[in-house]
């Protein structure tokens, strides 16, 4: 009975050590598998942002960025990775002009976050469709996905999101003389433009709204946006948006007040070269050629402005063909460079993660360890005390 008490409650403690390190041990293992494929996609997360970023200066580093995201997403059946390089491919696209292949891919991308049930993407998705129709002059239906764009991101709080899908839909509206809906879709979107951190929007938002009602609502409403998107432009420093609201301000003026639209246009002249600003330097110098003209100015004046706006045309004309193939070699570079450290920063945390664990696995099996001996140590002594006792006991008969 003592050997068979001692051997249950040895082999019971064995048991139990043997469990616990099992379960510690597929912890470890689940946890190991699960780091490869999340350094996937925060690698590739790494290379679509940076692609992100490029759609406004540079269009084919963002189409080659995206489109080598998309198919290592594709070889790793990464879903969400490919969702997102779509989204930005479908930008691409957009920009370019080709509208149709934009609604594709956007499509692909809507499919995709379906799948996923992720309410987010799905607005996204509706939101880029709904822009991508803009684009085909298709209002109808712009409206239809701008609207499913709206309802599904407000489940999620996306406030920036929000207001840019209520925009789509005020620009819409606007398309189809229904000024009045249009009004209460800028109001949405304000409304959820300030919840949200992005001042540049905020001030375009204003922007755009102080000129719908100056066109087809209250000029005095329009002023006080117009004075507000100013304001902000100025205390955020926003140089890009300040210059287009001079820009804006000049070119609405130019019947109204020519010497008031004749100083915004100078200042938007100035900005733009101070910041380099080109593309607003080019439209400010043919605002102040049609200004010029229209208040019957000298001839020479006007032919001289003019040709100051056809020298910028050209100019950034030449600018746009002067990429040489290293230079956008060095771009998609350093953009791999970007998404490379972020992939072996991730791996180190990894790799602590990974010894960290180890050191924990032995300091429980040294635990263990301590803890069989201790049982071991407890058991042979009660083992020597039953043999004396058992010994005293035929002894005394």
């Known amino acids: 009975m003592l050997q068979e008490r001692v051997y249950l409650n040895l ?18 293992c689940v946890q190991t598998e699960s780091e490869p494929g999340k350094l996937v996609l925060t690698h590739l997360d790494s290379i679509n942002d940076v692609a992100r970023k490029y759609l406004k200066v540079d269009l084919d580093s963002a189409k080659l960025l995206s489109e080598s995201v998309l198919n290592q997403a594709e070889l790793n059946n990464d879903l969400r990775s490919q969702a997102r390089a779509q989204l930005v491919l479908g930008r691409v696209y957009y920009e370019r002009g080709t509208c149709d292949s934009s609604i594709w891919m956007f499509r692909s991308a809507l499919s995709i976050s379906y799948t996923l049930k992720d309410t987010t993407l799905i607005g996204k ?4 469709i709904s822009t991508a129709y803009m684009c085909t002059r298709n209002f109808e239906k712009a409206r239809l996905y701008c609207d499913s764009a709206y309802s599904m991101l407000s489940t999620q709080n996306e406030y ?13 509206h606007i398309q189809h003389e229904r000024y009045d809906v249009a009004n209460e879709r800028f109001a949405k979107a304000i409304y959820h433009a300030k919840q949200s951190s992005n001042s540049g929007f905020l001030v375009t938002l204003y922007n ?11 000029k005095d409403t329009g002023t006080y946006y117009l004075n507000k998107a100013l304001s902000l432009a100025r205390s955020a ?26 100083s915004f246009l100078d200042s938007a002249l100035q900005l733009s070269k101070r910041y380099d600003l080109s593309d607003v330097e080019e439209i400010t110098l043919g605002a102040i050629a049609i200004s010029l003209r229209d208040q019957n100015k000298p001839a020479d004046i006007v032919g001289d402005a003019y040709e100051r706006y056809v020298e910028k045309v050209k100019d950034n ?21 970007e998404a ?7 791996q180190i945390q990894a790799r602590e993660g990974s ?9 429980v099996l040294g635990l263990i360890s301590l803890f069989i001996i201790w049982s071991l140590f407890q058991s042979r002594k009660l083992a020597i005390r039953d043999r004396q006792i058992y010994r005293q006991k035929w002894t005394l008969c």
């Open 237 to 262: 420093e926003l140089h890009v948006s300040l210059a287009t609201i001079y820009l804006n301000y000049g070119q609405d003026l130019q019947q109204e007040n020519p010497e008031l639209s004749s």
């Open 160 to 172: 920036e999101l929000m207001a840019k899908a209520a925009t789509n839909c005020a620009i819409c």
């Open 208 to 218: 755009n709204y102080g000129l719908f009602n100056r066109d087809f609502g209250s």
């Open 11 to 28: 082999k019971a403690t064995i048991w139990m050590a043997m469990l616990f390190v099992m379960l510690v041990c597929t912890h470890g």
């Open 317 to 337: 004309k030449k600018q746009a063909h002067l990429q040489s193939f290293e230079e956008f070699e060095v771009k998609y570079q350093i953009a791999e460079k």
């Open 355 to 363: 010894q960290r664990l180890i050191i924990f696995i032995s300091v």
């Open 125 to 128: 998705s509706f939101s880029s």
């Open 340 to 346: 490379e450290n972020l992939r072996l920063l991730n």
